[in-house]
């Protein structure tokens, strides 16, 4: 959302997942998640089996823990998983991770078709954020996934479905 409101000639569609043109506040799950991947590092795993097996302490869901098994990653030379981001880069930036840098819609408007797609049982974009949506993306549309945050985890195949209808739409125009 943040490239297109700075450059909009560099997009030429947007779709946000879960997320909305608003500052909000994370739960405070990403915290017990940093936590998991804090033990998965130290306990210096080499495959992501072993590292769900330490997730599964922090996270029952299968498809989250998939999610956050893929900011697992190998460096050269070394046998051992290790996560993506610092985490103490994660943990530190956590408090202003749900901040939106933009904050009147009349100093920066995408104008290109965006699909905003939710989980029906997230918090993140409830119907009361959707009025600041259309004030930063007025071509927007909104498709609704029976599921939590992580809409592309645990719900693939209706996330890959809305996108489709939405892209097609977009052809027929």
Known sequence: MTIALREPNLVGSLIPVDNAPIDTNLKSDFYKYLEGMQEVQNAAVKTQAQADEILIKYENALPIRQFLLTNLVKKPHSDVLVVRIPIKTLVSSLGKMGDFPFKDPHEACYKGPTLFVRGTRSHYVADDVLPAAGQFFPMFVVSDIDCG????????????????????DLDRD
């Open 149 to 168: 945050h992580w809409v592309i985890s645990e719900q693939p195949e209706a996330f890959r479905r809305a996108v489709v209808t939405f892209l097609k």
